[in-house]
Nanobody
C-alpha cells in the first residue's frame, strides 16, 4: 500500500530555514505531480508549491523567492527548502502526490499526515 511519509518540520525563528522531505513508500508505478500544501488553524488548506514529473514548478505568490520545491524520482521523494521564514508561514504542511500504484494501476491522490512548521517572531 502506498503511503507518503513526511519529515523535517519543527520550530524555527523568523528569518531561519527548514527543509521538508516526503517519500512515497510502497509499490509505485508512476508519480505525476508532487506538491506541498499547508493549513493554518482556522484556514483552508492551500497550495504552497508543486512540481510535475518534468520538473516544472509552480509556487504560491506568498512564497516565491523564499521556497524551492524539488524532487528525486529515483527516491520517490519531494522536498521543500524554506528560507527567510516568517511567522505567517506557521502551519501544518502536507505532502501531496498523484500516484499510480503498481498493484492497482488506478491513479489517485495521496496525502501525507502533515508536519508542523512553527516560526517564532
Amino acid at each position: 500500500q502506498v503511503q507518503l511519509v513526511e519529515s523535517g518540520g519543527g520550530l524555527v525563528q523568523a528569518g531561519g530555514s527548514l527543509r521538508l522531505s516526503c517519500r512515497a513508500s510502497g509499490s509505485v508505478y508512476t508519480i505525476n505531480v508532487m506538491a506541498w500544501y499547508r493549513q493554518a488553524p482556522g484556514n483552508q488548506r492551500e497550495l504552497v508549491a508543486a512540481i510535475n514529473n518534468g520538473c516544472i514548478t509552480n509556487y504560491a505568490d506568498s512564497v516565491k523567492g523564499r521556497f524551492t520545491i524539488s524532487r528525486n524520482n529515483a527516491q520517490k521523494s519531494v522536498y521543500l527548502q524554506m528560507s527567510s521564514l516568517k511567522p505567517g508561514y506557521t502551519a501544518n504542511y502536507f505532502c501531496y502526490a498523484d500516484i499510480t500504484p503498481r498493484d492497482t494501476l488506478v491513479r489517485r491522490d495521496y496525502w501525507g499526515q502533515g508536519t508542523q512548521v512553527t516560526v517564532s517572531p
